[in-house]
């Protein structure tokens, strides 16, 4: 599978803002996809999973409950809902496929292929 995200840009503080990852090759439905982001200067870390087992999801607990993750099977393309956004949610976002165990999920090691990154800043 290959993975293109968009949707990135500025946003004030409180803001609401959609990514999307685009797959082709494969249906993203068969991977746990997941959303990662890293800030300058930072590791990356996990944000967000759908699992390609009955759909469910997983959160960081900085986001929970502001962000939103889902699967549309007919575009092939996952999203992230980001709403409430605070400036420390800005970042480079990357969309990731993996076909790892659900206790795997949140670990970027575990995941094969990665979109190339949208930037996300929340700046006024």
């Known amino acids: 599978v290959q993975l293109v995200e968009s949707g990135g840009g500025l946003v004030q503080p409180g803001g609401s803002l959609r990514l999307s990852c685009a797959g082709s090759?494969?249906?993203?439905?068969?991977?746990?996809m997941g959303w990662f982001r890293q800030a300058l200067g930072k590791e990356r870390e996990f944000v967000a999973v759908?699992?390609?087992?009955?759909?469910?999801?997983n959160y960081a607990a900085s986001v929970t409950g502001r962000f939103t993750i889902s699967r549309d099977n007919a575009k092939n393309t996952v999203y992230l809902q980001m709403n409430s956004l605070k400036p420390e949610d800005t970042a480079v976002y990357y969309c990731?496929?993996?076909?790892?165990?659900?206790?795997?999920?949140?670990?970027?090691?575990?995941?094969?292929?990665w979109g190339q990154g949208t930037l996300v800043t929340v700046s006024s």
């Open positions: 990731a496929a993996g076909s790892q165990v659900a206790s795997a999920v949140t670990s970027s090691q575990m995941y094969h292929t």
């Open positions: 090759g494969r249906a993203v439905s068969t991977y746990n």
């Open positions: 759908i699992r390609r087992s009955g759909g469910y999801t």
